[in-house]
């Protein structure tokens, strides 16, 4: 067991994997990192949420130690100077395998471009997962957002998240554009920037292979692979090769191909099978809006995944609801999607849902469904009570405009 300078862990069960199985204690010991801005006032919310759910699941059996870690600026107060990403938080998540964090500022200047990014990297966090759908009576600017109900896995590790770049009119830029003009009969212009995006079979099966699992262990009917494998054919067109292959291969038995179905099945998915699809990103974005209730499951590359589920959130209230996780085959890191917004940080003011609904997708991570069960409830009743923050108030007629921890507490006494 790792030791730590500043993390204080409390009594306790560590949670384990046993034969890549998730085992999870009545006690289990779980990692949260307040954030900056608002980070404090929708972790405190989120915090009432998630303990009244579990309390009134399971009669006070069952209890999440919190042990808090620590990024961002309340790193750099614990532990000194460009200390935003201390070693010893990492460490702490690579033990305790769960943690829960707020929305993080990024350093001005040198060092890391994005906390979230590094902390996904630095764990080998491959998966960010974004679950997005709609709770009756929030705004939204769509005219029927209760179709959209998908889960979308993002690579996190490749495409342009592992991007190389050559600014304009610099000697690697240069070196490069001559190199790819000369030996393979490119004209790139002259100054142009250029940038490099890998994406591998290895990354691609895993992404797949998780968003697959998912969708058999959840009864979801499809898993679709958005790609741009028109145009950029050998690592998008891979991405969309790759993952049927890994369908193909590892889930022979549960899955069917959308040409199978035409080819074999008259246009109708067998009983019990898992349909797996492709659509070209472009496209994807209209079959959102307008037939979102045929999709179920999504995999894509980095960059897509980036714009689609932010295009997503915004059809059923926006990223102010809209929960995400970062997941590899043991670690997990649930998180805020939004940012910091620290015009009203310490005001009790803004919407904590993002948060709260990431602690969903921990507890059912953690398999404690009736906990979930609960808050999910809740949330909704809560909504469509409209006893809300401020940014669903001002968009409902008749609503009750709530703080951030009066909200929180209207979704613990809507447990019932």
Sequence with gaps: ?????????????????????????????????????????????????????VKKAYNGKKK???????????????????????????????????????????????????LNVALRQKLDLFACVRPVKYYPGTPSPVKKPGKLD??????????????????????????????????????????????????????TKRLVKMAIDYALSHNRKSVTLVHKGNIMKFTEGSFKDWGYEAAVKDYRDQVVTEDEV???????????????????????????????????????????????????????????IAPGANMSHEAALFEATHGTAPKYAGMDKVNPGSLILSGVMMLDHLGWKKATDLVEKAMKKTIRSKVVTYDFARQMTGAKEVKTSQFAKEIVKNMG
């Design 262 to 320: 035409w080819e074999k099945h008259g246009g109708k998915v067998p009983e019990g099978k898992l349909l797996i699809k492709d659509r070209i990103a472009d496209s994807m974005f209209q079959q959102i809006l307008l037939r979102a209730d045929e999709y179920d499951v999504v995999a894509t590359p980095n960059l897509n995944g980036d714009y689609l589920s932010d295009a997503a959130a915004a059809q059923v209230g926006g990223l102010g």
């Design 1 to 53: 067991m790792a030791k730590f300078k500043k993390v204080v862990i409390p009594e306790g069960d560590k949670i384990v994997y046993k034969d890549g199985e998730i085992q999870v204690a009545d006690n289990p010991i779980v990692l949260f990192i307040e954030g900056d801005g608002i980070g404090p006032d929708i972790w405190n919310a989120t915090k009432t949420v998630l303990d009244g759910a």
């Design 64 to 114: 999440i130690a919190w042990a808090e870690i620590y990024a961002g600026e309340k790193a750099v107060a614990t532990y000194g100077k460009n200390q935003w990403l201390p070693a010893e938080t990492v460490k702490a998540i690579e033990e305790y395998k769960v943690a829960i964090k707020g929305p993080l500022t990024t350093p001005v200047g040198g060092g890391i471009r994005s």
């Design 150 to 203: 998908i889960v979308l896995f993002r690579e996190n590790t490749e495409d342009v998240y592992a991007g190389i770049e050559f600014k304009s009119g610099t000697k690697g830029a240069d070196e490069v554009r001559a190199f790819i003009n000369e030996n393979y009969k490119h004209n790139i212009r002259e100054k142009s920037g250029i940038g490099i995006k890998p994406i591998s079979p290895f990354g």
